[in-house]
C-alpha cells in the first residue's frame, strides 16, 4: 500500500479475486462517435456487467475479504441502487447475509433486484434523512460489516479493474473518461490508468446539479452539498470520500460536469445507435465528449459505461419530456 487508500498492486491482488465470477465487459466502437467527437472513441461497457454494473467488481472484491466471523454476522450498506445490487449478488454468492439501505425513491427496478438477490431492504428518505447513519446504526445494532459504496479501499480496488481489462484489450489511451459520484469508481480506474499509462488523462464526469467533486478538486478539501436533483441517481453524492479524494487530488487531471439535458441526449445516442441501454449516471463520460465540455480531437479515447439499470418506463417518460 501506498500513502493512498489504494495502489496498483491492490488492484492486480483485486482482478486475480474477482476473475472467475465478474465478467470481463466488452469494449465497443462507434463510427458515428468516433465522427461526431473527432476522436477514436473506446466505450467499456460494465451495463453488461453481472448485476448490470460496475458495482459487482468492488462489491465482491470487499466480501470476498471477510473473515470467518464476519461472514457470518453479515455485511449492510447503503446506496442509490447499482451497489445495492452488487453487494446483494456478491453476498448471496459467497453464503452472506445482507442489508441494505435504499431511499424510497430509487428506481423500482433497482430495489425489485436487490430484493430478487436475496437482500433486506430498509428504505429512507434521502431528503430528509442521513442514510450513512442509518447504516452505521445498523451494523452497531446487528453486528454487521459496513461496506460503503465507495469509501473503501476493497472497492475502490474492485473498480479499478476495470480500466485494467481496458489497457490490456487496447494498450495506448490518450484519455479516460469516467463517471463520479462519490469517486469509488473515478479513484480506481485512475489509479489503474496512471499506473500502466503514465501519460493518459484521466477525467472525472459529473451532473452539473451536483458538482460537489469539481469544487473539492478547485479548492483542494471535501466540499458537502446539498442532494443534487438530477436524473443521474447513481450521483446524487453530496460529497467525496475521506479515501477517495485524495486519490482524485493526485491522479485525475481535471473534474468536468454535466447536464441532464446532455445526459438524456448520450442516452438517445446509444439506444438508437448502438442499440444498447444505459442509465442516465452511466452517461455522464459519454455525455461530457459528445457535448464537446473537452476537445479531444485525435485522441483514442476510453469511455467508461458504469451500468445500465434504468426502468424502461423512467427510460421512456425521459425521452418524451426531452422532446
Known amino acids: 500500500m501506498s500513502q493512498l487508500a489504494i495502489s496498483f498492486d491492490d488492484i492486480i491482488k483485486a482482478h486475480e479475486r474477482i476473475a472467475k465470477v465478474a465478467h470481463r465487459t466488452p469494449v465497443l466502437t462507434s463510427g458515428t462517435a468516433d465522427a461526431l467527437t473527432g476522436a477514436q472513441v473506446f466505450f467499456k461497457c460494465e451495463n453488461f456487467q453481472r448485476s448490470g454494473a460496475f458495482k459487482f467488481r468492488g462489491a465482491y472484491n470487499a466480501i470476498a475479504q471477510f473473515s470467518a466471523e464476519q461472514r457470518a454476522r453479515g455485511v449492510v450498506t447503503f446506496s442509490s441502487g447499482n451497489h445495492a445490487q452488487g453487494i446483494a449478488l456478491s453476498a448471496r454468492m459467497l453464503g452472506v447475509k445482507a442489508v441494505i439501505v435504499m431511499p424510497t425513491d430509487a428506481p423500482a427496478i433497482k430495489v425489485a433486484a436487490t430484493r430478487g438477490y436475496g437482500a433486506e431492504v430498509v428504505l429512507y428518505d434521502r431528503y430528509t434523512e442521513d442514510r450513512e447513519a442509518i447504516g452505521r446504526q ?15 479501499p476493497h472497492v475502490m480496488a474492485g473498480q479499478g479493474t ?8 487496447l494498450g495506448e489511451l490518450d484519455a479516460l473518461l469516467v463517471p463520479l459520484g462519490g469517486g469509488g469508481l473515478l479513484s480506481g480506474c485512475a489509479t489503474a490508468a496512471k499506473a500502466m499509462l503514465p501519460a493518459c488523462q484521466v477525467f472525472g464526469v459529473e451532473p452539473q446539479a451536483g458538482n460537489d467533486g469539481q469544487q473539492s478538486f478547485r479548492t483542494g478539501q471535501i466540499v458537502h452539498i446539498d442532494t443534487p436533483d438530477t436524473i443521474a441517481d447513481g450521483a446524487q453524492t453530496q460529497h467525496l470520500g475521506n479515501y477517495t ?20 441526449d448520450a442516452m438517445k445516442f446509444f439506444a438508437g445507435r448502438m442499440k444498447i441501454l444505459v442509465e442516465p449516471t452511466g452517461c455522464l463520460g459519454a455525455a461530457a465528449l459528445f457535448s464537446r465540455q473537452i476537445d479531444l480531437t485525435g485522441k483514442k479515447v476510453g469511455v467508461v459505461i458504469s451500468g445500465g439499470n434504468l426502468d424502461l418506463m423512467r427510460f421512456a417518460t425521459l425521452l418524451q419530456a426531452a422532446g
Open 245 to 264: 479524494f485524495p486519490v482524485i487530488q493526485q491522479r485525475v487531471d481535471d473534474i468536468l460536469t454535466v447536464d441532464d439535458g446532455a445526459l438524456i
Open 162 to 169: 476495470l480500466v485494467k481489462e481496458l489497457i490490456e484489450e
Open 138 to 152: 445498523l451494523a452497531e445494532q446487528r453486528g454487521l460489516t459496513l461496506i460503503p459504496p465507495y469509501d473503501h
